[in-house]
């Protein structure tokens, strides 16, 4: 396992990226910060130390791994009409000038926010520092931050780069990503951000040079270095990737984009473009403490309509679902709305415009919000409260029976990709069967799943992640090629599986609960399915199911774990493949829900 972007595609994070950063499922704060600047809540709270102290400049770092930090300053001041002001800079991905907004100044302690963003930060006065003390919280998780009075120098001007240079990155046998770099000189001096168009991801520079035609990008965020040759005549920039989570270096070629010329864009023909045919809500719903943000599309027309809640797969997934490109849940909701059933998809906690903490969630915490979005549809006048259904996936697969079993008023529910054994069993086939895709030697796949099954045995039993961690580097160290691979890898992959998500994932047996459902199921598994495989997940689901006689369990041919179309099943393929759900799984699973709520196909 690679921890790899947040992609959200399946029962684990899989070996796929090759812009991957050294944090892990559980470290959402690296995820935050690495992808966009969402925004800053922020309280100096001063001991000893008047308001006007707080205003200047600012300097800190956010320590986001053992490996990375992210420097970051904060500027305040009066404005013109005397109230406080003041922006907010992400130095390491060159995001500049952000506004703060409703600055207040009592008891000597500071606040501003930028009001959009689930993040604070609250400290004290240190003396002995000569700065401000505290943590900064953002999506549940929290960071140790001191501000200390200072201006950041602008980054160097780097002349003859300016411009966009377009590549493709092998990542593994069969999969590329591809690249797109942006280099843009202004007041901060030069900036550049590297774009992959495929995880649709944006990561900034965090510094740049050039020394004749030898070019060096470093991106902190990520643990990566490009260095190349500069070619002045054919515009490429020809030199070498490396990076803290891959195991060696890969070549890289850059071409300077022409004028007239546009990024390669992924072709997703099944994404719907508005105006759509239907009504789109956007929506809140409460789940105790946790308010989840959600996007409700409903037919045309009064109701009440039959309805489905969306319950996506592991990693911090927004309501789409999206994986390289793909749009996965707005897919569904489109296809399944425009036939007469509204469609509710949201953002599961601690992602999106969602409150709560994701690093600290397991799947009970994610099967008690699905079934807060079940009954936030049964209140509404326009929903049939009576027909109500779930559809999950992958992870989201393994939720849905533990909310039907919880909750009888659910109508129905369809697994896709769901599992029929636990989450160890799922992990170690799954292992087994991307390495044989990538190419790796039956020894080497031997070896690689040794290895596995020791660690996810070590999660499952120990419950004190610092000791399940020490354990695991010993028995890391003891693999003779575990010398050639950098310590920051070897870190990522223990901090990676060695969470309370993953404990409880790898001894959670859906077996037992699927025995108790009691309403319409339909479980469907891709026969090229790599992640929640066929022939070890059908034959359980079958036998769990055997005593509801409202239940169907398909193979559909030719798929993989997302429902597309595949040629070998590998996730290498994912993003090279247009279409997002086949057609065949969407028929299924409209004349399939049609038949339980009694709705006309349109």
């Known amino acids: 396992m690679v921890p790899g972007l947040a992609l959200g595609d399946g029962l684990s994070d899989p070996p796929i990226g090759a812009m991957v950063r050294p944090t892990t499922r559980g470290r959402t704060m690296a995820r935050h910060l690495a992808g966009w600047i969402a925004g800053l809540l922020m309280m100096l709270a001063a001991q000893s130390v008047s308001a006007q102290q707080a205003a200047g400049d600012w300097l800190g770092g956010l320590a986001v791994s053992p490996t990375v930090t992210l420097h970051v300053a904060v500027h305040i001041h009066k404005d013109a009409t005397g109230a406080n002001a003041g922006t907010f800079d992400s130095l390491d991905q060159a995001v500049y000038g952000l506004p703060l907004g409703d600055i207040s100044m009592v008891g000597g302690s500071?606040?501003?926010?930028?009001?959009?963003?689930?993040?604070?930060?609250?400290?004290?006065?240190?003396?002995?520092?000569?700065?401000?003390?505290?943590?900064?919280?953002?999506?549940?998780?929290?960071?140790?931050?001191?501000?200390?009075?200072?201006?950041?120098?602008?980054?160097?001007?780097?002349?003859?780069?300016?411009?966009?240079?377009?590549?493709?990155?092998?990542?593994?046998?069969?999969?590329?990503?591809?690249?797109?770099?942006?280099?843009?000189?202004?007041?901060?001096?030069?900036?550049?951000?590297?774009?992959?168009?495929?995880?649709?991801?944006?990561?900034?520079?965090?510094?740049?040079?050039?020394?004749?035609?030898?070019?060096?990008?470093?991106?902190?965020?990520?643990?990566?270095?490009?260095?190349?040759?500069?070619?002045?005549?054919?515009?490429?920039?020809?030199?070498?990737?490396?990076?803290?989570?891959?195991?060696?270096?890969?070549?890289?070629?850059?071409?300077?984009?022409?004028?007239?010329?546009?990024?390669?864009?992924?072709?997703?023909?099944?994404?719907?473009?508005?105006?759509?045919?239907?009504?789109?809500?956007?929506?809140?719903?409460?789940?105790?403490p946790v308010k989840l943000a959600a996007t409700l599309t409903l037919p045309q027309g009064a109701g009440p309509f039959?309805?489905?809640?969306?319950?996506?797969?592991?990693?911090?997934?927004?309501?789409?679902?999206?994986?390289?490109?793909?749009?996965?849940?707005?897919?569904?909701?489109?296809?399944?709305?425009?036939?007469?059933?509204?469609?509710?998809?949201?953002?599961?906690?601690?992602?999106?415009?969602?409150?709560?903490?994701?690093?600290?969630?397991?799947?009970?915490?994610?099967?008690?919000?699905?079934?807060?979005?079940?009954?936030?549809?049964?209140?509404?006048k326009d929903i049939n409260p009576a027909k109500v259904g779930m559809i999950g996936h992958s992870e989201g697969g393994l939720i849905v029976p533990m909310v039907a079993v919880a909750d009888p008023k659910i109508d129905f529910i369809v697994m896709m990709a769901g599992p029929g054994v636990d989450g160890a069993k799922v992990l170690s086939e799954q292992g087994r069967l991307i390495g044989k895709a990538m190419g790796l030697s039956d020894e080497k796949v031997a070896e690689s799943a040794a290895v596995r099954d020791r660690m996810i045995a070590i999660v499952r039993a120990e419950k004190d992640p610092e000791v399940a961690a020490a354990k695991m580097r010993a028995i890391i160290a003891a693999v003779p090629k575990a010398k050639d691979?950098?310590?920051?890898?070897?870190?990522?992959?223990?901090?990676?599986?060695?969470?309370?998500?993953?404990?409880?994932?790898?001894?959670?047996?859906?077996?037992?609960?699927?025995?108790?459902?009691?309403?319409?199921?339909?479980?469907?598994?891709?026969?090229?399915?790599?992640?929640?495989?066929?022939?070890?997940?059908?034959?359980?689901?079958?036998?769990?199911?055997?005593?509801?006689?409202?239940?169907?369990?398909?193979?559909?041919?030719?798929?993989?774990?997302?429902?597309?179309?595949?040629?070998?099943?590998?996730?290498?393929?994912?993003?090279?493949?247009?279409?997002?759900?086949?057609?065949?799984?969407?028929?299924?699973?409209t004349g399939w829900i049609v038949k339980q709520v009694g709705a006309p196909a349109r």
């Open 110 to 288: 500071l606040a501003f926010a930028i009001p959009t963003l689930h993040a604070a930060y609250a400290a004290t006065w240190d003396a002995a520092a000569h700065g401000w003390t505290g943590q900064w919280t953002q999506g549940g998780g929290s960071l140790a931050l001191t501000l200390t009075p200072g201006k950041a120098p602008d980054a160097p001007v780097i002349t003859g780069l300016d411009g966009d240079w377009d590549g493709a990155l092998t990542v593994t046998a069969g999969m590329k990503l591809r690249l797109a770099l942006h280099v843009e000189t202004g007041a901060h001096g030069t900036v550049a951000r590297l774009r992959s168009i495929d995880q649709q991801t944006t990561v900034a520079v965090s510094s740049l040079s050039r020394d004749g035609d030898k070019v060096r990008l470093g991106l902190t965020v990520i643990g990566a270095v490009f260095e190349a040759g500069l070619d002045p005549k054919s515009q490429t920039l020809t030199g070498t990737w490396k990076q803290d989570a891959m195991p060696a270096p890969v070549p890289l070629v850059l071409t300077r984009r022409t004028a007239g010329q546009v990024e390669a864009a992924q072709k997703r023909p099944q994404t719907p473009v508005k105006p759509y045919p239907y009504r789109e809500e956007t929506v809140v719903f409460d789940d105790g």
């Open 306 to 380: 039959p309805a489905v809640v969306l319950v996506s797969g592991s990693g911090p997934n927004t309501r789409n679902e999206p994986i390289l490109g793909h749009q996965i849940f707005l897919v569904l909701a489109d296809h399944f709305t425009r036939r007469g059933i509204a469609v509710l998809r949201y953002d599961k906690r601690g992602t999106g415009l969602s409150t709560g903490a994701y690093a600290k969630a397991t799947t009970q915490d994610f099967a008690d919000d699905a079934d807060a979005a079940a009954a936030y549809l049964r209140g509404r």
């Open 485 to 589: 691979v950098p310590p920051a890898v070897i870190e990522a992959q223990i901090a990676a599986i060695n969470t309370d998500w993953f404990r409880y994932f790898f001894n959670y047996d859906p077996a037992p609960t699927l025995r108790k459902v009691r309403c319409p199921v339909l479980a469907m598994i891709g026969s090229k399915d790599l992640q929640a495989p066929p022939d070890q997940n059908l034959p359980a689901l079958r036998a769990a199911l055997a005593q509801n006689p409202h239940a169907e369990v398909d193979e559909l041919p030719g798929l993989n774990h997302l429902f597309q179309t595949a040629k070998t099943g590998a996730v290498g393929e994912y993003g090279d493949i247009e279409e997002t759900i086949a057609p065949v799984a969407l028929d299924k699973m």
